[in-house]
């Protein structure tokens, strides 16, 4: 079954425009969240992650994250975004599955940033 | 800064061919994963290992089998080709411990199989 879920596989938007990339998981009684960017011809790299306490998580380069128990949902956003910012997003979960962790990630969002 | 290297960054293969991915890191992680990346499906793990000349399924580990003999190096091998193996392949380390730690990632071999 799927654990993570990105709801858009491609989001474009122009340049200095505010941007959501939205990831709902499965409920789980313990939940570690990621984000992971993948920049053209690049490897995954991490952008943040909740692990506890506060809800809301930033990068240093200007994103930031919600964690959502309710909703079980880890949106990502940005309030302006740059034409450097054109990646694949991918949201994933740790889970510990057959008594390994592992981490299962989500489809994968594509932001293009237009000028 | 960790560095994980993949052999290649692109490969072209024959169906029913045998072929090996090599994945080497340098901070002595414990744990290697190998995925495989398609559009739409975002990364599916197809082995890990969380020690030497261990190994343990992933999702799709149909087609595939691994090789883990030194603590730096983790292997994937197409035992024979087949088209539908075209993929991007992206491997992984991270070190045993806490589930805080992040898993680093190469830069990936684009695999196609004609």
């Known amino acids: 079954a799927q654990s993570v879920t990105q709801l858009d596989s491609q989001v474009p938007v122009f340049e200095e425009a505010p941007v959501e990339l939205r990831c709902n998981y499965s409920?789980?009684?313990?939940?570690?969240l990621f984000w992971y960017v993948q920049y053209p011809n690049q490897g995954l790299q991490l952008l943040l992650k909740?692990?506890?306490?506060?809800?809301l998580v930033e990068s240093i380069n200007g994103f930031e994250a919600e964690f959502n128990k309710s909703q079980t949902s880890f949106h990502l956003r940005k309030p302006s975004v740059h034409i450097s910012d054109t990646a694949e997003y991918f949201c994933?979960?740790?889970?510990?599955?057959?008594?390994?962790?592992?981490?299962?990630f989500g489809q994968g969002t594509r932001l293009t940033i237009n000028p | 800064d960790v560095k994980v290297t993949q052999s290649s960054r692109y490969l072209v293969k024959r169906t029913g061919e045998k072929v090996f991915l090599e994945c080497v890191q340098d901070?002595?992680?414990?744990?290697m994963f190998w995925y495989r990346q398609d559009p739409g499906l975002g990364l599916r793990l197809i082995y890990f290992?969380?020690?030497?000349?261990?190994?343990e399924k992933g999702d799709i580990p149909e087609g595939y089998s691994v090789s883990r003999e030194k603590k730096e190096r983790f292997s994937l091998i197409l035992e024979s080709a087949s088209t539908n193996q075209t993929s991007m392949y992206l491997c992984?380390?991270?070190?045993?411990?806490?589930?805080?730690?992040?898993?680093?990632f190469g830069q990936g071999t684009r695999l196609t199989v004609v």
């Open positions: 290992s969380y020690d030497v000349k261990m190994k």
């Open positions: 992984a380390s991270r070190p045993l411990g806490a589930l805080d730690t992040e898993a680093f």
């Open positions: 901070m002595d992680h414990e744990n």
């Open positions: 994933a979960v740790r889970k510990i599955l057959q008594g390994a962790q592992k981490l299962v």
């Open positions: 909740y692990l506890s306490g506060s809800t």
């Open positions: 409920s789980s009684v313990s939940v570690y």
